[in-house]
C-alpha cells in the first residue's frame, strides 16, 4: 500500500473513495456537521438528507457509503463513537474499517479527510500517524497460498485541506517515517505467518541473511556445532528433537548516532512447538507456527531501526528450533547447562521458551555489553489468561526503561501492562537439582515466574520482558473483540512499539 499527501479539500480529489470520519450524533443533536457541507454539496446533498432520516449517527464500526450523483467516486462515512471518547486508538481502528469496508468493491484508491479525524486531544501529526497505522495494517493479506483473493484498496491519500496545509512539510515527515515502519510491519507478518514445514531455524537465518543484503545489517548465524562448542545448552536441548536444528542468528546495527547506547532486542524463535514430550493438546495447536513471533518481531525491528536510521546501536537476537517429540528429544528431569554455566532442571518440555532465551539473553550480555536489553516471546498461556488476547505484560529490573516502553505503547497502540518480579517468584524458580528450573509445581502466576526464570540470565542489566503471548497473533474468536487492525494471524507485535522506543530521543 503506498501513501501520499494532498494539499486540497478531500471533495477536490480524485480517488475512487472518500473517507471521513463522524463523531457520535447525541441524541438531541439536528444540525447538520458544519465540517461535512463540502462533501455534501459534491454528493448532491445526500449527507444531510441522510443525517435528517438518522440513517448516519457516527456509532463506532458504523460505516456507510455513498456514491456521487455523477458516478465519479463514493464517500464513506465511518463512525468513530462518543466525541468525548474519540482518541487516536479510534482513528486507527476507523482507517482500518475503511480499507475493509471497501475490499472487493472496487476501490483502489482510497482518501481520508484529515480534519474530520483530529480534535484538541489528537494534532494533525498523531493523525496522519493513525491513518497509516490503520489502512496499512487493515488492509493486510497474506496471501502466500492463495490462488486468488479480491481487489483491495492499493493508495491512500491523506487530504490535508486548507487549514493542515500549513503544515505540510513536518506532516510529510510523519507521514514517510510511518510508512516505512509499516512495511516493516507487514514485511514481518508475511515472515511470521508462514508454516514451519517451511519456516524452519534455518529458514529464519536465510530470512535474516535476506536483510543484510537489503539493508546493511550484519548477520551472523550460528549452527548446531557453532553452539555446541559455545555451550549452549538451553537452545540445543530444546531443538534435540526435530530434524531440523536450532540456529542463534544475530543482527548488527551499528545505529544513526556517532556515539550512542547500545540496546539488545532478544526474540523467541520456536517454529513450532508442540510440546516437545510433554505434548500439547491438539486444539489449537496448529496456532504454534506462530511460536516464532518474538524472533520474527526482532527481525522486524532491526529491519525499521535500519531504514529510519534510529540513533541506538541496535543488536537482534533470534533464538530458533523447533520443539517437537523424538528419539533424542530432551526430557523432563534432564538438566541442561547454559551458555553462562548456569544450569536448568528441565521439568516440563513445553516451558521451553525460556529455555532457548537463556542462552540468548546470556551471550548477548557477555559478547556485546549492551545498555539496555528487551526481549519479545510469546512465553506463556498465563499471561493471555491475565491480560487477554491484546494486551502485552511488561516485567522489567529498571524504572525508566518500562516505563520508556509504556510511553511508546500510548503512542502506538500496542498495548502493555506491567506485572510484578517478587522475591516469591523467585525463590518458586530456584532448583534444587540445578540453578534454576523451567517449571513450577504451583500454576498461579506463570507469566510472572517465567519473567523471574529470564531475570537469572540477565544479572544487573537493564532489561525488560515483553510476553506477548497474547497479541502475537490473532484468532477467529477473538478477531470481534481486538482492534480491528489486528489481522487474523500473526501480528507482528512488538516491532512499532519497540521501534517507537528507539526512535524517541533519552528523556
Known sequence: ???????REAAQGTVDAIAVGLPERAEKEDAFPRALAREDQAFGKLLSAAWERREIRGKRKEATTFHRPDGKGRLLVVGLGPRTQVDVETVRNAAAESVRALKGRGARTLGFKLSSFTNERIPAETAVRALVDG?????????????????????????????????????????????????????????????????????LAEQA????????????????????????????GVGSGSSHPPRLIILEYAGGARSGKTVAVV?????????????????????????????????GVV????????????????????????????????????????????????????????????????????????????????CVIALGPDIAGLMSNDEALAQSLLDASHQTGEAVWRLPVTDTHREMVKSEVGDVRNSTEIRSGGALTAAAFLENFVGSTSWAHLDIAGPG????????????????????????????????PPR
Open 209 to 236: 541473511r535476506g536483510l543484510s543484503k537489503e539493508s546493511g545489517v550484519k548477520v551472523t548465524v550460528f549452527d548446531e556445532k557453532k553452539l555446541a562448542e559455545m555451550n549452549c545448552g538451553g537452545i540445543l
Open 473 to 504: 497473533y490473532n484468532e477467529p474468536p477473538t478477531a470481534r473483540f481486538v482492534p480491528s487492525y489486528f489481522n487474523r494471524g500473526a501480528t507482528a507485535f512488538g516491532v512499532r512499539l519497540v521501534t517507537r522506543y528507539l526512535m524517541t
Open 303 to 382: 529491519r525499521a531501526a535500519a531504514a529510519l536510521k534510529v540513533p541506538p546501536r541496535v543488536i537482534g537476537v533470534m533464538a530458533c528450533a523447533e520443539n517437537l517429540p523424538g528419539p533424542s528429544s530432551y526430557r523432563p528431569g534432564d538438566v541442561l547447562r547454559t551458555h553462562t554455566g548456569k544450569t536448568i532442571e528441565v521439568l516440563n518440555t513445553d516451558a521451553e521458551g525460556r529455555v532457548v532465551l537463556s542462552d540468548a539473553l546470556g551471550y548477548v550480555i557477555e559478547k556485546y555489553h549492551p545498555d539496555q536489553v528487551i526481549d519479545l516471546a510469546t512465553l506463556t498461556g498465563a
Open 1 to 7: 500500500m503506498r501513501f501520499t499527501l494532498d494539499r
Open 135 to 203: 489502512a496499512g495494517l487493515g488492509g493486510y493479506e497474506f496471501l502466500r497460498y492463495k490462488t486468488s483473493h479480491e481487489g483491495k484498496v492499493e493508495e491512500v491519500t491523506v487530504f490535508l485541506g486548507d487549514e493542515a496545509a500549513r503544515e505540510e512539510a513536518p506532516l510529510r515527515k510523519a507521514l514517510e517515517q510511518e510508512e516505512t515502519l509499516i512495511e516493516s510491519v507487514l514485511w514481518t507478518r508475511d515472515i511470521a505467518n508462514v508454516p514451519a514445514d517451511t519456516a524452519t531455524p534455518e529458514w
Open 267 to 299: 526474540g523467541k524463535g520456536i517454529t513450532f512447538d508442540s510440546g516437545g514430550i510433554s505434548l500439547k493438546p491438539a486444539e489449537g495447536m496448529s496456532n504454534m507456527k506462530f511460536d516464532k513471533s518474538g524472533a520474527c518481531a526482532v527481525l
